[in-house]
């Protein structure tokens, strides 16, 4: 007497399953916060209520979402890149550190330029900062077979502590009483905003580039030769495809987008360099890609809504004394709970009964 | 004067390299068995946390040293659920382990910072205090540090010389042999899962009871990822990780006495050098091709049958 299982692995993995076990794992998440706002005495279901409404429940509200999830969807652009040929890019976070540094200096060095050449200069200087930034822990890993989870992850924390040095240091502001900051970049260096709302134009930077990157991936030849690679290196080095070359590829593209992040976050929403630019959009940016499944389109979609988790989690701080690190739990919680789900769609497990 | 300073200086590059030497063990261990967990930093935050809640609330801080080893295998319980039950990636499971166990750390410790706890406190070993130099730098430490030069052996030891390392060590070697020879990969695996992160949880419960005696938000600040770091520098073999853990600690503590003497270093710029050492470190010890020693099958689920 008893039961058995039989666990195979599909053969055509559906989408409708990965939608249910992102639906399951999501409300599994959500049960676990519910239970930890209880043991901290506070009301579990108006908890998520206002989470939910500080995050989407108003036009503002949404507004503030989509501006959030411009550096959040840039930063994931890339590191899904890199993440498509088994290239652990964690670094984002300092990437996205270095291209706000190259794009202020050019800002605070060059104040009077017209927008338009004073705007692609920060643009570019993000991009190689950024690049570069993403560039060395790849030459490592070819050169010297170091490797990158490490190299990135420590240059994370030499980005935050070189920000840290300048803005507490030689960019300092000399009229801002002793804060950490950087002077206020002058008008031409800032994005400006659509119409009269709060949204900037850095949000139309990320449409195209998300669509250049969703063909690229899709339908160019380079972008095959990356999840082929992904996939199966021996097979990929025997039909002479040039690994060396793409890793380089994925890294400086992944080091730039989130150089590109650190540039409109600096100039769009803050207007100056500061530490509190270095928000964890980085690490969410690992959680938004693999949720989204390494797919450009879907990467968008999560970095929207975990952007507004992060506004969300602002409502409650506010209303209900919330420490903001309860974000962090939940995206932790979600992504921790999809990967166990991932089980679900990739094996089928029959039940066998036995007489 | 000067070489009261180097003592000095070597028997705190003891002390703050403990922390560190704990949590590699636990990752050594843990990768011995064919799992990779990047969640160290979370698993030492939670450590730390849980160590100072239990000896803040029982007055004991053995029973916290105790509880900072349990609750770090309880949340790398989390990964071996993940990765060992349900076949999940190992790198992106560690990675969300170390956003979880901070942030989780931070919200459930909020309440305690600024609050006093029972710690650690150094005392002299008889006799081998005595020993000239040596005697001041090792065997004036705490409690804590005398039990972790037991374990270095004790651990060569388990992993060389005994079944249950043998049969671990072969999971993470070639789980198709261990199943071969009547070997359970997984139980072995959940064994390297759970203790790499009861000896991740101790090195976090280090530095809260003996090495801050305070708890603050963010307190690992990175050891956990130089942990996982010494693993490949220490070529998986506990010894080593022994020398790697003190030459952090080592850079640890002479930069907090460069900034305690006032240098005009900028602080920010000495506060980068243990993670610039890691990279040197790391880039140099690759260059040996430490993968030779890596487990073959670390990081690679094994397809469930029935």
Known sequence: MGMRFKISRRQNPRRLHSGLVLLAAVGLSLVICALLLEQQGKPSLRGLMLLFQGAFGSGWALQDSLIKAVPIFLCSLGVAIAFRLQIWNIGAEGQYALGALGASWVALHFPDLPWFVLQPAMLVAATVCGGLWGLLPAVLKLRMRANEIIITLMLNYIAIFLLDYLVYGPWKDPSSFGFPMTRMFSQNAVVAKIGAGDLHWGILLCLVIGMLVWIFLGFTRLGYEIRACGENVQAARYARMPYAALVLLVMAASGALAGWAGFLEASASLNRLEPSIMAGYGYTAIVVAWLARLNPLFIGLAAFLLAGLRVGVEQLQLELQIPASFGQIMEGLILMTVLGGSFFVTYQIRLLKKE | ?306
Not at chain 2, 32 to 51: D, F, H, Y
Not at chain 2, 59 to 70: E, H, M, V
Not at chain 2, 165 to 194: F, H, K, Q
Not at chain 2, 201 to 225: E, P
């Open chain 2, 1 to 306: 004067m000067t070489e009261n300073f180097a003592i000095s200086l070597l028997a705190a590059a003891v002390q703050s390299g403990t922390p560190i030497l704990y949590a590699t063990l636990g990752e050594i261990l843990c990768e011995k068995s064919g799992v990779l967990n990047l969640g160290v930093e979370g698993i030492m935050m939670i450590g730390a946390l849980a160590g100072f809640m239990a000896a803040a609330s029982t007055g004991s801080p053995l029973l916290g040293f105790l509880a900072g080893g349990a609750c770090g295998a309880l949340l790398a319980a989390v990964h071996g659920w993940v990765c060992l039950s349900f076949r999940g990636n190992q790198v992106v499971s560690g990675l969300a382990l170390t956003i979880l166990g901070s942030g989780l750390a931070d919200y459930l410790g909020t309440p305690f910072v600024g609050r006093q706890a029972p710690g650690f406190d150094p005392f002299a070993l008889p006799l081998l205090s005595r020993v000239p130099l040596l005697g001041d730098i090792f065997f004036n430490q705490d409690l804590l540090v005398y039990i972790s030069y037991l374990i270095v052996p004790l651990m060569w030891i388990f992993l060389r010389n005994t079944r249950w390392g043998l049969s671990l060590r072969c999971a993470g070697e070639n789980p198709d042999a261990a199943v071969a020879n009547g070997i359970s990969v997984t139980a072995y695996r959940w064994m390297g899962t759970l203790g790499g992160g009861f000896l991740g949880g101790l090195g976090g419960a280090y530095l809260s009871l003996a090495y801050t005696h305070l708890w603050s938000n963010g307190l690992s600040a990175g050891r956990g990822w130089i942990a996982v770091a010494l693993v490949i520098f220490a070529f998986w073999r506990p010894e080593r990780a022994l020398m790697g853990a003190y030459l952090f600690g080592g850079v640890m503590a002479f930069q907090l006495r460069l900034q305690a003497a006032g240098t005009s270093i900028p602080s920010s710029i000495l506060l980068m050098l243990p993670y610039a050492l890691t990279i040197f470190v790391i880039v140099l010890a690759s260059w040996r091709r430490p993968q030779s020693a890596m487990p073959t099958s670390l990081g690679v689920n094994v397809e469930p049958t029935e």
